[in-house]
């Protein structure tokens, strides 16, 4: 079945440092795919997210590329933020399944430090 | 525009208690709706999901019910609860087959 694979965490660096968590994926078909981000306390927030291979999702500087021949979505950031410490999920939602169901990894949180 | 609601924000209850979550969506019509648990220290786990009124769809047998009696309201259930009931409730929307899922502020229940 489909399944999403993070980095472990937690992933610890300081202000303005470059921000990679990996995130790669496995599919019967060509899924969407997502981050989601989880500020504490919270529920879960849209971050960004790709449909087809090459998309690059964007939002509030953090990118990730959909890329298929290595099936992974990589979370990236060039200058982190302390406001920007949160749990990370990567999830993937298929069209075999009618895109209802989000499978997602396991989180990554990331801590920044001042 | 839309916004969906979850109550209450925390609970505390005895093993055995019955336990009713609701979730509310505003600003949209005949969204689905999802039940996702977050358990400490694991991912999010679908757990119920409904594309309509009255229909409702489990993806893990447990003792946890769903019911969707109105368009725009998804609640979640249980007649006995279990310590391993205890996690971070979450509910979702979405418009049809969009697969970007919007989700509410969550309810953490700790069983006791």
């Known amino acids: 079945g489909d399944s999403v694979t993070q980095m472990e965490g937690p992933v610890t660096l300081s202000e303005e440092a470059f921000l990679t968590i990996n995130c790669t994926y496995t599919?019967?078909?060509?899924?969407?795919l997502f981050w989601y981000v989880q500020y504490p306390g919270e529920g879960l927030q849209l971050l960004l997210k790709a449909t087809k291979a090459d998309d690059k999702g964007s939002n509030k500087g953090f990118e990730a590329t959909y890329r298929k021949e290595t099936t992974s979505f990589h979370l990236e950031k060039g200058s982190v933020q302390v406001s920007d410490s949160a749990v990370y999920f990567c999830a993937l939602s298929d069209k075999a399944t009618g895109f209802q169901k989000l499978v997602f990894g396991t989180g990554t949180r990331l801590l920044v430090s001042p | 525009s839309q916004t969906i609601h979850q109550w209450p924000a925390t609970l505390v209850q005895p093993v055995g208690s019955p336990l009713s979550l609701e979730c509310t969506v505003e600003g949209t019509s005949n969204p689905n709706l999802y039940w996702y648990r977050q358990a400490a220290g694991r991912g999010l786990q679908l757990l119920f999901y409904?594309?309509?009124?009255?229909?409702i769809s489990s993806e893990v047998p447990q003792n946890l019910s769903a019911s969707r009696p109105q368009d725009r309201q998804f609640i979640l259930s249980s007649k006995k609860l279990l310590l391993s009931d205890s996690g971070f409730y979450l509910c979702a929307w979405t418009l049809g087959g969009s697969g970007s899922k919007y989700f509410g502020p969550g309810t953490r229940l700790t069983v006791l």
């Open positions: 409904s594309v309509g009124i009255g229909q």
């Open positions: 599919a019967t078909g060509y899924p969407s």
